[in-house]
């Protein structure tokens, strides 16, 4: 298993070298989003009957754990393909699940660091419950594997830069922007918080916020089930790709 | 000594292009085993097969008796790539470089072999440096340093010296040769025929993906010898008439092909013969350049029908 550690503890350092740019900058946008918007709505809104300030707060950490997980096990696959750097990796004696691990691993671990400065710079302007705190360790967890994961599917899948960012501004970026980060699925007209329902990441959201709160659009239970079996579904596609050597082995 | 690596009738297309066409060869333990070949005869999608970067679609390929598919854990323990592309991590340096190379292989705590290769590869100086701030000859080296980071009983040098100064190809191979006398099997390929000549005591030569000859450095030389004498004549450089024929005249010098020694004496004799005095007289041996030109030429079918083609 030592390959497993060496690439895990070379995927965090990867990321954390350039830290700056990986960790504090998805913080202070987050920490805008939070201004911005709660600048705005804030003295009128109650969603739930929770301030929108503090409404806003988990969202905003759950998205970026989400967005940075995404980003990470992504943007190392895609930059280590185009440089050609990625044989290092394919040629020592590391089994496709460890290889799987590692990466989703830093990912999730990047998540969850992005999530905790954001959770650190914005929990202060807004009170804030912690009704269920089992939950909010079970959503953290479970949405940087799951967006970890993704990000190893959406890297082995694109040849190029743009593709790539083609999959982050067209998929990812609609999946969490309407996922109820910033608004109550309930506020939406019927047909939208139906189609809400089939936004896995909303479940993400709605399930973390519940951790907060103890109020949530959706029941825990169905957002625990939905987010494991969105892990399973591309976790295992993952698996697949890699143990064919899928784009990475001709 | 046991077979370092087996390959037995190995194919490998992509798309209607046989990359490796049939390829069966057995590179004994302790071996430093030559594999030459034009662009695109095959020679780096053979590595890449016997590494795991590419899947045989037909064949059995092993390493050190482990299979490479069924055993890849142990064929990958076992082998070192230099690959062909100067590739490079940027977000390290030399020595993260090669720890986090070695770690893969589960080889932890290795600084001291580590600090062997850098000093080794003329690297000491550079290894708190990024790898991003080397010059391309460094990360050559430092390429090396990654294939060899686990003490791999094969190491397979895919061109290393490509572009590379005459002091890095100096360094690197009295390295190379101290790790074969140590027992390490090579595999080189290389453009630089005359390094293989001196390096390697056997060679494979491919073309279109098939070996075209396969023998000892001295028996493809011995055998392709086909000596060639050059002569120049004083007052006009007039040849006599009878020997016309069997020579050409190449830039003020009468050229003979000659197939073996013993043909020589006549030649002169009859040189002597028409009253004719030497200005000029040169003997020149084959070199691994000639016997490469002509195999490959007598396997496209462009060279002259009695010249010895493919050995295998």
């Known amino acids: 298993m030592s390959g497993f550690g060496t690439l895990l503890h070379k995927e965090v350092l990867r990321f954390w070298k350039v830290g700056f740019q990986t960790i504090a900058a998805p913080v202070l946008t987050s920490l805008l989003y939070l201004l911005i918007f709660s600048s705005v709505l804030d003295t009128q809104t109650r969603i739930n009957g929770i301030r929108y ?9 759950m998205m970026s754990v989400l967005q940075n997980a995404f980003a990470n096990s992504s943007s190392s696959l895609i930059q280590s393909k185009v440089t050609g750097s990625v044989i290092f990796v ?16 830093a990912a999730a671990l990047r998540g969850v660091m992005v999530g905790f400065g954001v959770f650190a710079v914005t929990c202060g302007f807004s009170p804030l419950a912690f009704a269920a705190p089992g939950w909010i360790f079970v959503f953290f967890a479970m949405g940087g594997a799951l967006m970890g994961a993704f990000g190893i599917v959406a890297g082995i899948w694109a040849d190029k830069f743009d593709q790539l960012a083609g999959f982050q501004n067209f998929l990812i970026m609609p999946l969490t922007m309407l996922s109820g980060v910033f608004y109550s699925i309930h506020s939406l007209p019927a047909f939208w918080q139906k189609v809400s329902h089939f936004n896995p990441i909303f479940y993400m959201i709605d399930g973390f916020r519940y951790g907060f709160f103890g109020v949530s659009d959706a029941a825990p239970e169905l957002s625990l089930v939905v987010g494991l079996a969105s892990l399973f579904i591309v976790a295992a596609l993952a698996l697949l790709m890699l143990r064919s050597g899928y784009k990475l082995r001709y | 000594m046991g077979v370092a690596v087996s390959l037995q009738n190995v194919r490998k297309a992509f798309g209607a292009l046989r990359a490796i066409d049939g390829i ?22 053979l590595i890449s097969c016997l590494a795991g970067l590419a899947r045989a679609d037909a064949g059995k390929l092993s390493v050190m008796g482990f299979d490479v598919v ?45 600090d062997e290769l850098l000093e080794n590869l003329d690297l000491s100086q550079k290894a708190d440096v990024n ?3 080397l010059s391309g000859g460094m990360k050559r080296r430092v390429l090396i340093a990654q294939a060899l980071v686990h003490k791999p009983q094969v190491i397979v040098l895919d061109e290393p010296t490509a572009g590379v100064d005459v002091e890095l190809r100096q360094i690197l191979w009295q390295f190379i040769r101290r790790l074969n006398r140590e027992g390490h099997t090579v595999i080189l390929t290389t453009h630089y025929l005359e390094e293989a000549e001196s390096l390697c005591g056997r060679i494979a030569m ?21 000596r060639v004498l050059s002569m120049r004549l004083k007052n006009g450089n007039i040849l006599p008439e009878a020997l016309r024929s069997r020579s050409v005249l190449d830039q003020g010098h009468w050229v003979f092909r ?18 004719q005095v030497f200005e000029e007289l040169q003997l020149l041996q084959t070199d691994l350049e000639d016997v490469f030109v002509r195999v490959m030429r007598g396997n496209d079918g462009i060279g002259k029908s009695d010249e010895k083609g493919a050995t295998v």
């Open chain 2, 70 to 114: 069924g055993d890849y854990r142990e064929t990958r323990r076992r082998l070192g790539i230099v690959p062909q592309e100067l590739v490079f991590d940027p977000f390290f340096t030399v020595r993260e470089t090669l720890r986090i190379q070695s770690g893969y292989f589960g080889v932890l705590r290795n600084d001291a072999w580590i």
């Open chain 2, 24 to 45: 069966s060869l057995e590179i004994e333990e302790g071996e430093f085993f030559g594999l030459l070949g034009p662009n695109g005869a095959g020679k780096t999608t």
């Open chain 2, 131 to 133: 790898m991003r701030s």
């Open chain 2, 258 to 275: 000659l197939d073996a020694l013993e043909d020589i004496e006549p030649l002169l004799a009859a040189v002597r013969e028409s009253a």
């Open chain 2, 206 to 226: 491919l073309n279109r993906g098939r070996v075209v000859a396969l023998d000892t450095t001295r028996n493809l030389l011995a055998e392709n010898a086909n």
């Open chain 1, 53 to 61: 300030m503090s409404f806003l707060i988990p969202g905003l950490v």
């Open chain 1, 90 to 105: 394919l040629l020592p004696p590391i089994g496709y699940i460890e290889f799987f691990m590692a990466y989703m691993t």
